[in-house]
Every structure is written in C-alpha cells, then in structure tokens.
C-alpha cells in the first residue's frame, strides 16, 4: 500500500493550509487513518485520527480546535484542515493507515501499518 501526502507549504501564523493523502487503487474502508508529524530534533508525535467507522475523530491537545480530520471513502483520500496555524505547527507531516487500530492505541505510531512519504509544513512568524 503506497499513500501519497501533499499539500504542505510555508505559511504565515493565521493561515491555514490543508493537507490530502491519497492511496490509489486502495480502499480506505476499514482503516483507522492518522496524521502525525515531526519537527527538527524531535520524535514524531500524533497529531489526529479518524476511526475506522469516520464517527469518531481524536486530536492532540495542541490542535484541538484548530485542526480538523476528515476521510473521503469514494475518493479513497483523507484530509487535514489546519486553522489558524502557529511557528510550533512547523513539521514534516505523515499521513497513516491501520487496519487493526484498537482505540487505546489509535494515538500511538507502531499501530500504523502503512505510511505516506510526509509533507513538508513551515509556518514563519
């Protein structure tokens, strides 16, 4: 399974950007799918995720309010709207999938089976 992440970009605090990925020729149907990002020295941290029903979303405390998960199973892609985005925001971003995501584990990186190649999102001050 190759997933496909695009949409990131340099942005000034305020704006907003929004992120797809796409994994072509592969259902999302029945897959938790996730964000998780990265910034320079860090470890990668979850950012949000959508089980795999698309009722239930979580999010990290840092995007609460300000970041919007949501999954389009026809178009076999999953977005993330970033609102009123901040320096700390700056990160390489992964879109993730996984078919066995229990909700105890939906916040944590090795449930993932499947992995996007990151995008690149850089928010100036």
């Known amino acids: 399974v190759q997933l496909q992440a695009f949409g990131g970009g340099l942005v000034q605090a305020g704006d907003s950007l929004r992120l797809s990925c796409a994994a072509p020729?592969?259902?999302?149907?029945?897959?938790?799918l996730a964000w998780f990002r990265q910034a320079p020295g860090k470890e990668r941290e979850f950012v949000t995720a959508?089980?795999?029903?698309?009722?239930?979303?979580y999010y990290a405390d840092s995007v609460k309010g300000r970041f919007t998960i949501s999954r389009d199973n026809v178009k076999n892609t999953v977005y993330l709207q970033m609102n009123s985005l901040r320096p700390e925001d700056t990160a390489v971003y992964y879109c993730?999938?996984?078919?066995?995501?229990?909700?105890?584990?939906?916040?944590?990186?090795?449930?993932?089976?499947?992995w996007g190649q990151g995008t690149q999102v850089t928010v100036s001050s």
């Open positions: 993730a999938m996984g078919a066995r995501v229990i909700l105890s584990r939906i916040r944590v990186s090795s449930a993932y089976d499947y």
């Open positions: 020729g592969q259902t999302l149907r029945g897959y938790a």
């Open positions: 959508v089980r795999q029903s698309g009722s239930n979303t």
